[in-house]
């Protein structure tokens, strides 16, 4: 599992600035991404694209905020 931080960037900055500076992302193809510690709460299942500052990008372009995710769990075969 891995663990979030959230960050702030100021209201002229976007995730992908902070990519940006950050310089770091991770992508995982098969993921479940969930918004509770429970895990009852499936926000997503599937490519999923950890960003640097903590913002996860979905295939459809879409962003989950580091603060509507829990934690995400990688699928191992």
């Not at 997503?44 to 829990?70: F, I, K, M, Q, Y």
Request: charged residues 25%; hydrophobic residues 40%; aromatic residues 10%.
């Amino acid at each position: 599992m891995l663990a979030f931080e959230a960050y702030v960037w100021s209201s002229r900055q976007t995730p992908f600035d902070l990519e940006e500076i950050t310089g770091a992302s991770r992508t995982f193809e098969e993921a479940i991404v969930y918004a509770d510690m429970e895990g009852k709460t499936v926000l997503h299942e599937g490519v999923v694209r950890l960003l640097g500052n903590g913002w996860v990008e979905l295939p459809t372009g879409c962003l989950l905020s580091p603060d509507a995710v829990h934690h995400i769990d990688r699928q191992m075969d």
